[in-house]
C-alpha cells in the first residue's frame, strides 16, 4: 500500500522553517539570546492584539519587556521582522504536525471521512497553541501595508494547498465529485476562516469542538461527494 505525508509544506514555505535538529545544549550566551527574544516576541503579540499590527509601534512593545531600545534592535529592526519569527514559529508548528499525518489509498470513503477529521483537528490544535497570532491573521485590515498583506496571504495559500492536496486525493479515489481543486480549496478556506475569527475572537463553539469538526467534514462530505 502507497503510504505518504500529507504534503512537503517545507515546499511551500521554504527557510522560514527550517528546523533545527541539533541536540547540543545551549551556551549560556544562546540562552541569554533566546530568552530576550522570546521576551520581545510575547510581547509583540499582545501589543498587536490590543492595538492591532498597522498601529504598534515598537515603543508600545518596549512597555512590556525590560530592555533598553538600543537592546532590542540588537535583534530585530522593526516590528515586520518580529512578525515574520511568529510567521516562522507558526508554519514550523504546522509542518511537523501535519508531517505526523500519514495519507493513504484509502479504500473506504468510512477511512476517508476519518482523514479528513483528523486533518481538522491538527490544524485547530495549532491554532490553539498560537492563539494570539492566529487572531490577528483572520483580523486585522488587509489593504494598508502591501509586506503585511503578503505574510497573511502566504498563511491562507498554505491553508489552501494542504486542502487542495487532499481533496485531489478524495476525487482520485472516488470518494469526490470531479471540481476544480483549487476553487473548490478556496471556497473552504473562507468557511474556515470566518469559522476560526468566530471561535477564537467570538468564543463561540468552545463547548464541543469535537462535534464541530463532525460538522465541518459533514458538510465538506455531503456538499461534494459522489
Same mark, same amino acid.
Given at each position: 500500500m ?5 504534503? +512537503?509544506?517545507?515546499?511551500? #514555505?521554504?527557510s522560514?522553517?527550517?528546523?533545527n535538529?541539533? +541536540? ?22 499582545? /501589543?498587536f492584539?490590543?492595538k ?7 515603543? @508600545?512593545?518596549?512597555r ?7 537592546? $532590542?534592535y540588537? %535583534?530585530y529592526?522593526?516590528?515586520?521582522? #518580529?512578525?515574520?519569527?511568529? !510567521?516562522?514559529?507558526?508554519?514550523k ?7 505526523? !499525518? ?9 477511512? =476517508? %471521512?476519518?482523514q479528513?477529521k ?7 490544535d495549532? $491554532?490553539?497553541r ?6 490577528i ?10 509586506? =503585511?498583506?503578503?505574510? /497573511?496571504?502566504? $498563511? ?5 494547498e &494542504?486542502?487542495? &492536496? ?8 472516488? %470518494? ?5 481543486t483549487l ?8 468557511g474556515?476562516?470566518e469559522?476560526? $475569527?468566530?471561535?477564537?475572537v467570538?468564543?463561540? %463553539?468552545?463547548? @464541543? !469542538?469535537?462535534?464541530e #469538526?463532525?460538522?465541518?467534514?459533514? #458538510?465538506?462530505?455531503?456538499? /461534494?461527494?459522489q
Amino acid at each position: 500500500m502507497e503510504r505518504s505525508g500529507l504534503i +512537503n509544506l517545507n515546499d511551500l #514555505i521554504g527557510s522560514a522553517t527550517d528546523i533545527n535538529k541539533s +541536540n547540543e545544549p545551549m551556551t549560556r550566551r544562546e540562552k541569554s539570546k533566546a530568552e530576550k527574544l522570546q521576551q520581545i516576541r510575547s510581547a509583540a503579540l499582545l /501589543v498587536f492584539l490590543e492595538k492591532g499590527y498597522h498601529k504598534a509601534a515598537i515603543s @508600545d512593545i518596549l512597555r512590556y519587556t525590560n530592555l533598553a531600545r538600543g537592546t $532590542f534592535y540588537l %535583534y530585530y529592526q522593526d516590528k515586520s521582522q #518580529i512578525f515574520d519569527d511568529l !510567521l516562522a514559529d507558526l508554519y514550523k508548528d504546522i509542518t511537523l504536525s501535519l508531517g505526523q !499525518l500519514e495519507i493513504e489509498n484509502q479504500k473506504s470513503k468510512k477511512a =476517508f %471521512y476519518e482523514q479528513l477529521k483528523n486533518l481538522a483537528r491538527t490544524l485547530l490544535d495549532v $491554532f490553539r497553541r498560537h492563539e494570539k497570532l492566529v487572531i490577528i491573521l483572520v483580523s486585522s485590515s488587509i489593504g494598508r501595508d502591501s509586506v =503585511f498583506d503578503r505574510r /497573511v496571504e502566504g $498563511f491562507y495559500e498554505i491553508l489552501t494547498e &494542504v486542502i487542495r &492536496v487532499l481533496a485531489s486525493r478524495g476525487i482520485e479515489s472516488g %470518494y469526490l465529485k470531479p471540481h476544480n481543486t483549487l476553487l473548490l480549496s478556496r471556497l473552504l478556506i473562507g468557511g474556515l476562516k470566518e469559522f476560526i $475569527f468566530q471561535w477564537l475572537v467570538k468564543k463561540r %463553539y468552545t463547548d @464541543d !469542538l469535537e462535534a464541530e #469538526i463532525e460538522s465541518i467534514v459533514f #458538510i465538506f462530505m455531503k456538499g /461534494v461527494e459522489q
